[in-house]
């Protein structure tokens, strides 16, 4: 619910509904990688791009990477070693 008024109420963007419906709470959304958040819907390239924005602000305030698929390389690489 919080993730679909954030989208809508702050971010002006039509996305509320599908993100409620896959069940994206906040902790999953700013896990979320750039498929995830197309295969919600989220296929506008401004649209993406504006929320991989602030969701790399939101990962850098919790010192996560900044996006989730630099945790995936970081996780392989570490697994090579």
Known sequence: EDVGA????????PYAAAFQEAGVDGPRLVEATDDELVSLGVTDCADLLRLLGHLAVFRSQLGR?????EELSVSWSERRR
Request: charged share 10%; hydrophobic share 55%; proline share 8%.
């Open 6 to 13: 954030w989208l809508e109420q702050c971010l002006q963007m």
């Open 65 to 69: 990477p900044l996006m989730a698929s």
